[in-house]
Structure formats: structure tokens, C-alpha cells
């Protein structure tokens, strides 16, 4: 059994630019241009969601001869809920405790 990942900050950042279009396969270069994360941030980050059932993953074939192979990634219905879950977290107020 997977467990549900962590939150970071990282994560909801990926999670968010996933959520704009969820449908859609995305590369790890355009998401990170697009997150602003690092490649040992973020190429880690999108293993443990794709593990965890939060991400499907694919190989596409490079559109220029001789260039390998890329990997492409988008949400899972459960990888849309939690983006939505995170982003719901993220949105509400925060409760602070007054010491007396």
C-alpha cells in the first residue's frame, strides 16, 4: 500500500500547475520552467507521486531523430483530488493558538 506524499511546498506548487490542465502530459523541463523547481527537487518529486498512484508517467518518442525518448506525466483522478484537497488547504485560514 502507497501512502498519500507530504504536502511541501514543493508539492502543492507541482500539484497546482498540474491541476490547470489534468488531462494533459506534461515534461519534467516544461514543469519545471513552469514551477520554477529544480531538477533535484523536482524529477524525485514526480517519481514518489507517480509511485504513489498520484501521477501516471508514459515514455513519448522525441519529435527529432536520433533524441531519446521523454518522459510524460499528468494527474490520476486520485492525483486530481488531492490537487484540489492541497489547494483547498492551501486557501484556508490558518488558526493560531493564543497562550494565556
Known amino acids: 500500500m502507497t501512502r498519500t506524499p507530504r504536502l511541501s511546498r514543493p508539492t ?6 498540474l491541476l490547470a490542465a489534468p488531462r494533459s502530459w506534461r515534461h519534467g523541463y516544461d514543469l519545471s520552467q513552469a514551477t520554477g523547481l529544480k531538477s533535484g527537487t523536482l524529477y524525485p518529486l514526480l517519481i514518489r507521486l507517480d509511485e504513489a498512484g498520484i ?46
Open 12 to 17: 502543492r506548487a507541482l500539484l497546482e500547475e
Open 55 to 100: 501521477l501516471e508517467s508514459r515514455w513519448e518518442p522525441s519529435a527529432q531523430e536520433g533524441r531519446p525518448p521523454r518522459h510524460a506525466y499528468r494527474l490520476t483522478p486520485n492525483g486530481v483530488a488531492l490537487a484540489k484537497e492541497a489547494r483547498t488547504r492551501a486557501a484556508a485560514p490558518k488558526l493560531r493558538l493564543r497562550e494565556a
